[in-house]
């Protein structure tokens, strides 16, 4: 993600930018107006004449706020770290002064740092703690009547904690960036901070150049403009001045005979009693305060609204928009009403009637000896004569499978899972991950499902994002997860020998695990809890977890049930993933085919045909990779293995929309079934359900004179609701925003909004997104942009960030990319705004066939035929039809093309001079 | 539309200077109602006389012949008789801009004013930039504040503003004659000053910038370009993928007529004038070509190499100048290898217009043109010097 700051009032950037009296150095995004300097008397114990008054430099909003007349909501008491000053805050200074939401922030300049007096003390935690009441007493913020709030930074959260700690009466809130309040001694400390610690090195480091300033500098992601840079520094010109840095760094107490470590204790021990409301903001890429200390943080105040900003740094303020953040919590939680969430969980969807648990089908089968999972093994392995018998690897009955959930249970209870433990399984699809997963979920663990489609770099990421206490997997899985150092205790899904268990640092197995009795005190299941921690493609920035409760679990797998019909007993045919676990809560007898899981593709028609006749399947779920290998793979059928596939009466594409010369390939495949490509996402799956047959009539409509069904076109038809669900879409105004108004009226363009008892409970960790996604309370904001027609089939039109914001109006892109695509010597094309937004103009890329040797403007016949079949579809005007080799697209759905990458790419093109390759 | 636009009037506060002249069907002048809030109107031809000059290029044409058609007594000020001027509601005035006598003369009784008279060239002496243009410029606007004109629309050109970096979905920028490319460019941002700072309560001036105006017949840049293209000496700038406005003929004339008739909203700014369908120059020139029947180019020239190797035919055509346009120029090798194209937001709703003619049918109607007058059919082009109309921005 880019940096992004709200803009800073343009007189104070630039070589005009602000100067305090203090230092020649500008002060970019600084209002003079806020620098103060205030002299309190001292009652730290350092001070040898107690009542010493000593010099303040706070930079403070509250003269700004006056002059624009507005009242603040509270205060923020902002404290910095080492070796930064209140500079780290001015952004949140700014966004203080917004009149809807206004805020008083005073960020205070620690004695001895910034621009305070340097007391030639060398101040510990507790005299800190003791300077700040000093000042906000004088401040008299210990009596105001509005609420307190402490921001703080680095070793700022511990100095703002202790402050809080002794101020209960006006403290109301904590937001915390990238700090630690303890550290338990168990695990080193970071390597970087360790340096600065050694004796010999830190006086070196920290006093006798500016390195331990640069190195904090350094920390900053991206790396800091050469003016902000200059800011940072400007306190600490000389050596004189940055001796303090060293005795910070020294009063870090990290030994128990440190003479800070009572009080750090002290406070530490105070944060877990806070329980105001708390917002952690952290940059995960933080190579001093990393993610333990977030979870200890979180364990301290479980309460707390956590945002972890993937990639970050340790300067988090530089490298990310805060301050938007902050003030949106702020909004939220002191705006007066109830909070956003609090309205969400109001006004979202429940399913009607009782719960009913996860698990209830299987547990009513209990005694059943019918198959209830089937694993197939590998077609190969059945040749010749016996060429038409389907090669099972394993099977369990329903008996087998409850029984091996009851023994997974009491075995998980057994080496300590707990109920709200995260349980990572790192297990292919089959039995044994489908008896994981209902035996995790029967002991209240949170199952956390990573695809390894994501890549080792997006796997670990999403895996320390989730956080998972346990990890089940693989030998694979563990070796991997060794090398990347994934969190979990680890469990082994086989017994391995003594030296790979302790090489892969392996604690429990579940050979073992099954050797446990039964047990009948298993936890009571709260239905409100969570259950499944899920991912996004991560097709658009980094994978966001997505977690579901066993209410919703149970709601998603009701409207599969329901939308489709599964009768209990249906043998399904479970190839795409997040479904494949539904089988047994539906009742369905499920097989897995054969094939590598971390590859759609490779799902041949030989292994399909075989996995449906080992149990005689009518339902196929697939997705749309694997269908693309089984249609490409039809050859190799015989006559058996096509009988096979005739019986099959539903095939469900589930991933993203299949176009429909496909699909009238697959129906020729699998003449009997009635063909499904529901639309849904991450969040919610599916939201809507479409066949072949709604396509093409679909398509009839789209292109009848006169519009006989009004709004229909322009886009990918992805059909009507499915079982409880309520689709909706907010209009997008001209600046391509979309509005707060939900609507289904045909030809209305706005992004497709979602309620649903099978909707996402949250983002996991993403308390910013979740925001977003639930700005409109009960709803959740597909991202997506789409409208509705006159027969109340749903159009997707493409995605909320890629529309196009022309002179004229919002533009989307799907349909003018289907017509581009049908020109003859078209491939793939994407359609992207080029220019400013708000007078952007479209601009086709394309992929050709046979592919351009290069990167450039296509050739103008085919630019003119490509504008004009556009022109005719849908009216858009393009500017211009640029080619190249091959889109750049997401490396784990290989069908996504990175839009924002080839939108820049082609912005760069159209100015002129030379095109590189996107 | 009358008061639709009311608020976005730059001067509500005036009150209109010629209640005479009013549209008809306006309350009758002289009521003393001065009182009375009154919008913004759009001027009608009906009784009203318009000088034109520049009217013998394409544009200037092209705008005499549809203000005619708008009910305006039309004059012209050239320098050579023109065929145009036998029209029976055509009058013609023999003479130069920069002559005050005959300015004075072509004056007499006018109305309104179209300004279009222009050294348009790629390269020439700065004197003679000047001459034309910015002394031009400020004897028309001089004498007719003493002859009672009421109305003036100075053609212009985008490239006032264009500093050489690219131009991406902007309106129009002050004219910068310090920063401009070019002789003819900066030249042109001097009297584009010029003339607005002449806009007043009496004068009303508007200035339109129609960009890389082109049509049948224009041997200033069709012509050019595929006569270049025939002989081999039209290479393409980099990948030609720089993307550029343009204006067809008929929505340029248009545009300037519609500034005329909604002066009151127009005066005091520059107008950036479009098709609003920015293309690239390589689709440009193609389509250039194949229109005029001859084989687009194919051969590519870096930018780069391109604008030095622009400066040097410069210099070397200032000292020993050919017969034709030097075969590229710094200015004209920046115009092709940068983007340039603008925002028309503010341009369509002061004008109250929008482009009739696509660049697709404008395109149409070029072939259909060619197709019926081949290229090599009548006389070679004239050199583009001396006193023309068209304006080439």
Redesign the interface.
């Given at each position: 993600m880019a940096r992004r700051r709200p803009s800073t009032t343009p007189q104070h950037e630039g070589p005009d930018a602000a100067r305090l009296p203090m230092t020649e150095v500008p002060l970019p995004g600084v209002d003079p107006a806020w620098s103060r300097t205030v002299t309190v008397a001292s009652t730290a114990p350092v001070e040898p004449v107690p009542g010493r008054r000593r010099r303040w430099h706070l930079l403070d909003n509250a003269a700004s706020l006056e002059a624009a007349g507005l009242t603040p909501r509270g205060t923020v008491l902002a404290v910095h770290g080492n070796p930064t000053w209140s500079y780290l805050w001015r952004d949140v200074l700014a966004a203080g002064l917004d009149p809807d939401n206004p805020w008083r922030v005073v960020a205070v300049d620690q004695l001895d740092m910034g621009f305070s007096e340097r007391t030639g003390l060398f101040r510990r935690l507790d005299d800190r703690v003791r300077d700040l009441a000093d000042l906000t007493a004088a401040l008299g913020l210990d009596d105001a009547t509005t609420p307190v709030v402490t921001l703080a930074h680095d070793w700022g959260g511990l100095v703002s904690s202790g402050w809080a700690l002794e101020h209960p009466a006006v403290h109301r809130g904590v937001v915390l960036t990238n700090t630690a309040v303890h550290h338990d001694g168990s695990e080193e400390i970071p390597a970087s901070l360790r340096l600065a610690l050694a004796p010999a090195a830190h006086g070196l480091l920290t006093e006798r150049t500016t390195a331990f300033l640069d190195v904090a500098l350094a920390l900053a992601d991206p790396s800091l403009p050469p003016e902000v840079r200059a800011a940072y520094r400007a306190p600490y010109a000389t050596s004189a001045r940055r001796e303090p840095i060293r005795n910070f760094v020294a009063d870090i107490p990290v030994p128990a005979d440190h003479p800070s470590h009572a009080r750090f204790e002290q406070i530490a021990a105070g944060v877990a009693g806070l329980d105001v409301p708390a917002l952690f903001l952290w940059g995960t890429g933080d190579p001093v305060f990393q993610e333990r200390y977030l979870q200890d943080l979180v364990r301290r105040m479980p309460h707390a609204d956590v945002h972890r900003y993937e990639g970050a740094q340790h300067l988090l303020p530089e490298a990310r928009d805060i301050a938007g953040p902050v003030m949106d919590w702020l909004a939220d939680r002191f705006g007066g009403g109830p909070t956003r969430r609090e309205l969400h969980l109001q006004r979202r969807a429940t399913a009607r009637g009782a719960h009913v648990p996860f698990a209830a089908e299987l547990d009513e089968r209990r005694a059943d000896p019918g198959p209830a999972v089937v694993d197939m093994a590998p077609s190969s392995a059945a040749t010749g004569a016996r060429a038409h018998v389907a090669p099972v690897r394993a099977s369990l009955s329903w008996a087998e499978l409850a029984d091996r959930v009851d023994r997974l249970a009491a075995g998980l209870l057994g080496i300590g899972v707990r109920p709200g433990d995260r349980v990572n399984l790192m297990v292919p699809p089959g039995s044994e991950l489908t008896a994981l997963v209902y035996a995790c979920l029967r002991v209240g663990a949170v199952v956390v499902v990573a695809d390894t489609g994501l890549g080792p770099k997006g796997l670990t990421r999403a895996l320390k994002g989730a956080g998972p206490d346990w990890l089940v997997g693989i030998r694979k899985a563990l070796v991997a997860g060794r090398a990347l150092g994934w969190p979990g205790t680890r469990i082994s899904l086989e017994r391995l020998d003594p030296v790979s268990r302790r090489a892969l640092g392996v604690a429990h197995d579940v050979p073992g695990l099954l050797e446990s009795a039964p047990r009948a005190d298993l936890p009571a299941s709260d239905a409100d809890a969570d259950a499944v921690v899920l991912f996004t493609s991560g097709s658009t920035g980094p994978a966001k977890g997505v977690v579901y409760t066993h209410r919703q679990l149970s709601a998603m797998r009701d409207a599969v049930r329901g939308t489709y019909d599964l009768a209990a007993g249906t043998g399904l045919v479970a190839g795409f993933a997040p479904f494949a676990l539904l089988g047994p809560a539906m009742g369905t007898t499920s097989v897995t085919p054969d094939m590598d899981v971390t590859a759609p593709k490779t799902l041949t028609a030989r292994a399909l045909a075989d996995a449906a006749s080992a149990i005689r399947a009518t339902a196929v779920f697939l997705s749309p990779a694997a269908i693309t290998n089984v249609l490409a793979t039809q050859d190799a059928l015989d006559e058996g293995r096509r009988q096979a596939l005739a019986r099959v009466e539903l095939v469900l594409s589930a991933g993203a929309p299949l176009p429909e010369p496909l699909l009238e390939r697959l129906q020729a495949l699998v003449p009997a079934a009635t063909l499904h490509t529901p639309y849904g996402m991450t969040e919610g799956l599916p939201l809507t359900d479409v066949t072949l047959g709604t396509i093409r009539q679909a398509g009839r409509d789209s292109r009848a004179a006169g519009a006989a069904v009004a709004g229909a076109g322009n886009g990918v038809c992805v059909g009507t609701a499915v079982h409880g669900a309520e689709l909706g879409v907010t209009a997008l105004r001209a600046d391509g925003a979309p509005g707060d108004e939900v609507t289904t009226g045909p030809g209305v363009t706005g992004e497709i909004v979602a309620r649903a008892p099978h909707v996402k409970d949250r983002y996991d960790r993403l308390w910013a997104t979740e925001h977003l996604s639930t700005q409109l309370p009960g709803w959740h904001r597909t991202g997506d942009v789409g409208h509705f027609d006159a027969a109340g089939r749903l159009w997707v039109e493409g995605r909320l960030a890629h529309v196009i914001v022309s002179?004229g109006g919002v533009l989307t892109p799907v349909a003018a990319e289907h017509a581009a695509q049908a020109v003859p010597g078209v491939g793939r094309v994407a359609v992207v705004g080029?220019?400013?937004v708000g007078?952007?103009?479209p601009v086709a890329v394309a992929e050709t066939v046979p592919p351009a040797a290069r990167p450039?403007?296509a050739d103008?016949l085919l630019?003119?035929a490509v504008?004009?079949a556009v022109r005719e579809a849908t009216g858009m005007?393009l500017?211009?039809v640029?080619v190249l080799p091959e889109h750049p697209t997401d490396i784990r759905h290989n069908s996504k093309i990175d839009r924002a990458l080839l939108a820049g790419w082609a912005?760069a093109?159209?100015?002129?001079?030379?095109?590189r390759n996107p | 539309m009358n008061g639709k636009h009311r608020k976005d009037g730059p001067h509500d506060d005036r009150v209109p200077a010629y209640d005479a002249s009013v549209t008809e069907g306006a309350p009758a002048a002289g009521t003393g109602s001065h009182g009375v809030e009154r919008g913004p109107r759009e001027l009608s031809g009906q009784g009203r006389t318009v000088l034109v000059t520049g009217a013998s290029g394409m544009l200037g044409e092209h705008v005499a012949r549809l203000l005619a058609a708008r009910n305006w007594t039309v004059r012209l000020l050239q320098r050579r008789h023109a065929p145009l001027a036998d029209r029976s509601d055509v009058e013609e005035v023999l003479g130069s801009v920069t002559d005050p006598d005959a300015v004075a003369r072509a004056l007499e009784g006018v109305d309104d004013v179209v300004h279009l008279a222009a050294k348009v060239s790629f390269a020439g002496d700065w004197d003679e930039f000047v001459m034309t243009n910015v002394t031009g410029t400020r004897v028309l606007l001089e004498t007719a504040k003493r002859a009672g004109v009421e109305n003036v629309v100075f053609v212009s050109s985008p490239s006032v503003a264009h500093t050489g970096v690219s131009i991406v979905g902007e309106p129009a920028r002050p004219a910068d004659p310090v920063h401009a490319r070019g002789n003819y460019a900066r030249s042109k941002a001097a009297a584009e000053l010029l003339a607005l700072e002449a806009d007043g309560r009496r004068l009303r001036v508007t200035a339109v910038r129609p960009h890389i105006v082109w049509g049948p017949g224009d041997t200033q840049l069709v012509e050019r370009i595929a006569e270049r293209a025939a002989r081999g000496r039209m290479p393409l700038l980099d990948h030609g993928a720089a993307l550029i406005d343009t204006t067809y003929i008929d929505n340029a004339a248009e545009a300037i007529v519609r500034a005329l008739e909604r002066i009151e909203w127009a005066h005091g700014q520059a107008l950036v004038v479009t098709n609003g369908q920015p293309r690239t120059v390589g689709e440009l020139i193609s389509g250039f070509c194949r229109a005029v029947g001859v084989q687009p180019p194919t051969r590519r020239v870096p930018g780069a190499v391109a604008r030095l190797a622009g400066t040097l035919i410069e210099k070397v055509w200032a000292v020993r100048p050919g017969t034709d346009e030097p075969p590229m120029t710094a200015f004209l090798a920046e115009q092709m290898s940068t983007a340039h194209w603008f925002d028309q937001r503010t341009t369509r709703e002061v004008l109250d217009w929008t482009p009739a003619v696509t660049v697709e049918e404008g395109m149409r109607r070029l072939a259909e043109h060619y197709r019926t007058h081949p290229l090599g059919a009548h006389d070679a082009p004239v050199p583009a010097t001396g006193s023309t109309a068209a304006d080439r921005g």
């Open positions: 002179a080029v220019g400013p007078r952007q103009v450039g403007p103008p630019a003119g504008r004009e005007d500017a211009a640029l912005d093109a159209l100015a002129g001079g030379r095109i | -």
